[in-house]
Every structure is written in C-alpha cells, then in structure tokens.
C-alpha cells in the first residue's frame, strides 16, 4: 500500500474521529432519560453498522472468489472478516457498558444483542476456519463458502431472534430510543461518527488487504521457486509455503 | 436409476450390515439426554415441556454432527471419493444422497430420542407426539443440509472435528430457536396454528440451507 495513501486514509480518519470525539463530549446535549451514559450510542451503533456492513462484504467477496477464481476476492475477503470481527466485538462490550447502568445488568438476551453474539459467532467459525486449514490449498474455497452460508443465514438469524423475543418479551425494558432521536445536533453526531468510523474500517480493511496480497504473493513466489526447483533436479532446496515465516530447508 | 438413489441405496445398505452409526447415535442421544436430565433436575410432566423439548434438540444436535461426519468419512476410506469426483455423477446429486442419509440417520436417533424423552421428563405418549414429529423433521433435515455441507470441508481438514461445532451450531440457532419453541407448544398440546410463525421459520430455514449446501457443495467437496 502506497504511502500518500496510508497517509491521507489516516489523517482523515484521525480528523473525522477528532470531531466525532468532539461532538459527543461537548455538542450534543444530554439524553433525558438515560444520561451522559448514553453517549456511547454514538459509538455503539456506527461499530454495528460498520460490522454488519464488513460481513456482508465477506459474502460478496465469497461469491466473487468461487465465480472468478482471483486470489484478490480472498484476501479482500479475510481482511473484510478480520477487521469486521474487531468491530462487532466493539459492539458487544460498548453494548454490555451501556447496559450495565440503564438496565442494571451486563448482559441480556434482547434481540439485538442476541443477533450481534450470534454474528459474532458465526464470524469467529469463519476466522478459526482459516486459523486451522491456512496451510491447505483450498482454504480459500472453503472459507467463501463459509462466509456465503453465514451470510445467508443472518437474515433468519434477525427474523427467529425477534420474534423470540416479541414473545417472550425480556423482563427489561427494550432499549428505547434506538434511532427515535428527536434533536437534530443528535442526527448530526451519530452521522460524524458513522463517517469516523466508516473511515477508520476502511483504512484498517486496505492496510490489511495490502499484506494479505503481499503474503499472497509471496506464497506463489515460493511456490514457483520450486517448482523451478524440482525442474531443475534441485530437490534439495525448498522454500516451505506454508503460512510460517519461510524458511529454507536442508541446504546442501 | 439416478446418481442420487445409488449413492443413498449404498450408504443405507453399508449402515444396515454394519449398524455401527446408527447405534452409536442413539446411545449418544442417550447419554446427552441422562446428563441433561442431572443439569437441569426437571419436575417432570407438562410443566416441563420447554424444558424436554430443549433438550431433545440439544441431543439432536450432537447426534446430528457426528452422523454427518461419519455420513462423509466413509469415502474416504479405499479412495472412493476420488471415484465419486471422477465419475460424471453431479455434484449436486451427490450432496443430496449424503444429506439423505444424514437425515435418515438423524431421524432414527431421533425417534429413539423422543421416547427416551417421554420416559425421562415424565410426559404421556400420546398424540401430542405425533405433532412434535414433523417438527423434529424439518429441524433434523435442515440441520442435515447444513452439517452435510459443512462436514464436507471439516472432514479435510486436520482439526475439523473440532471445527464442525464452532461452525454448524452458530448457523443453526435460528432453527433451534424456532424447532425448540415449537416443539414445546406442542408437547403442552398447542396446535399448529399457535406455532405457525416458528414453523414457517423452519421451513424457511430449511429451504435456504437446502438451496445452499445444493449449490455450493461442489466447491467443497475434493479428496486430498
């Protein structure tokens, strides 16, 4: 990744973040019902639309990967995953701090929270995936259809969670207020910080992406390496290609 | 005869020489059904149907994980798979013959599991059964398409066994949240239309993951 752009992605970002940073400590006025604690809700919820949209990035990806074969869908995919998951754990513990003086308990099974840990859930399946099978060859495969299916499956995961709850409704009372905000100076801060965040998941994502294409690359040079190797009689040298650092093996 | 029916007729015919799977997921059942029992000390009786219908589906689950390993593995010996692959039998097909004999697998443990339930939770066998069991159906042929699916890239890697859980179980929840909801209305005697919002979820479930592993099974389905 080029440095003028890492430079200005970042400088952007920490402007964006800066004023976000401003606006919730010093612009917007003060919740009536809930109190200064309900601030973090300019930070909660752009991590949650910021993770759900990185998770829906990690389908596309999926999909582009098996249609077109290009190793870029997979890496765009894995960094997508890796840094959404950063952001949906965001979403869970800035939700449990939340919690934790409006409702008096750290965690409860409401419909949103319940959605978020199961997408949590099934983005973790998806990185303990690629954790185990990263020296296999078709890892690439596996985890585009992984992420194809748990896509998929997040829509059914919303619809049966509410209605879980519609029924049976939690003994607390749901979260009020969720997008109900009546003061303008409120649509503004959360719009900031969506854009702060927005920013931020999208330098981390092409930092991210920029190694795995290096890793990427430098994989397939290995692996031609000796295969050139092997041509050449050579098989005394090999370069190992799996995801530990490269390491030379028994010159001889 | 079509690829699919000799794929099923084969599998079904090495499980009735042998019998090995289909006892070993019963006694499974078994086993997580007493043990579920000890954690939760129920009362017992209709006061508890939630509670038995909850751990039917726990029981199915972990039964259902280990069917569709072994649904797979049996390929892998003799390099049948390689055969499989080889041969112009389509992808698709063959998904759904495993998924099959997942299912029906599956559906054994699982009528053992329900009476072990009857007798354990102290219910009645009565017709309250009866309409637990299409429920049971479709939430032990959706987790079929799904495990089939998953099983087939968990059986290829070094650790999969430990990784088919961590993936099939978060997928899964909406049909168990739903399966589970539905199977404890009717175990109090509820009818179908007081559950039709869960059961309209199962089958939604169903087809989706149906139409999924269908389609996607040929990306992951390859011998090493």
């Keep these: ?252 | 005869m079509t690829g699919f029916s000799v794929i099923l007729r084969k599998d079904l015919r090495l499980e009735l020489r042998s019998g090995e799977s289909t006892i070993a997921l019963v006694a499974l059942s078994l086993l997580i059904l007493v043990v579920l029992v000890f954690a939760l000390d129920p009362v017992g009786g209709v006061r508890d149907a939630a509670t038995a219908a909850g751990a039917l589906w726990v029981a199915m689950i972990f039964a259902g994980m280990i069917g569709s390993t072994r649904a797979l593995l049996a390929e892998r010996d003799n390099g049948c798979l390689r055969a499989l692959i080889a041969s112009p039998l389509d992808r698709g097909a063959l998904y759904l013959a495993k998924l099959a004999a997942a299912f029906i697998f599956m559906a054994i443990a699982e009528a053992a599991a329900i009476v072990l339930m009857v007798l354990f939770f102290n219910l009645d066998f009565d017709s309250r059964l009866l309409r637990l069991l299409p429920i049971i159906g479709l939430g032990a042929l959706g987790f079929s398409a799904l495990s089939t699916l998953l099983a087939a890239i968990s059986g290829r890697l070094r650790a999969g066994d430990l990784l088919l859980p961590l993936l099939a179980v978060p997928m899964f929840v909406p049909a168990l949240i739903a399966g589970v909801k539905a199977s404890g209305a009717a175990l109090t005697g509820a009818s179908f239309g007081a559950s039709a919002q869960w059961l309209k979820i199962l089958i939604a479930f169903d087809v989706i993951f149906l139409t999924s592993g269908y389609l996607l099974f040929e990306h992951v389905i390859g011998e090493d």
């Design chain 1, 1 to 252: 990744m080029n440095q003028r752009l890492n430079l200005a992605l970042g400088a952007l970002t920490a402007l964006l973040m800066l004023g976000a940073i401003y606006m919730v400590f010093m612009f917007v006025p003060t919740e009536a019902d809930q109190g200064i604690v309900q601030r973090i809700f300019y930070f909660h919820v752009p991590c949650a639309w910021v993770a759900f949209a990185a998770f829906g990035l990690v389908a596309i990806c999926g999909i582009f990967y098996l249609w077109l074969g290009q190793d870029i869908w997979d890496d765009l995919g894995y960094a997508a995953a890796e840094i959404g998951m950063v952001f949906c754990t965001l979403v869970l513990v800035t939700g449990s701090i939340w919690a934790k003086p409006i409702w008096g308990t750290w965690w409860t099974w409401d419909s949103r929270l319940t959605t978020t840990l199961i997408l949590w859930l099934l983005y973790g399946g998806y990185l303990m995936l690629r954790a185990m099978a990263d020296d296999t060859p078709q890892v690439a495969r596996f985890a585009a259809v992984v992420g194809i299916v748990a896509a998929v499956d997040v829509p059914v995961v919303v619809v049966s969670v509410r209605l879980w709850r519609t029924i049976h409704p939690a003994v607390l009372v749901t979260r009020q207020g969720g997008h109900g905000l009546e003061d303008p100076r409120m649509v503004a801060t959360l719009l900031v910080a969506l854009a702060a965040f927005t920013a931020l998941f999208v330098w981390l994502l092409i930092l991210r992406f920029a190694t795995l294409r290096m890793r990427t690359r430098i994989m397939t040079l290995a692996r031609d390496l000796n295969l050139a190797h092997a041509a050449a009689g050579d098989l005394c040298c090999t370069i190992s290609t799996t995801s530990s650092p490269l390491t030379l093996s028994s010159l001889r």
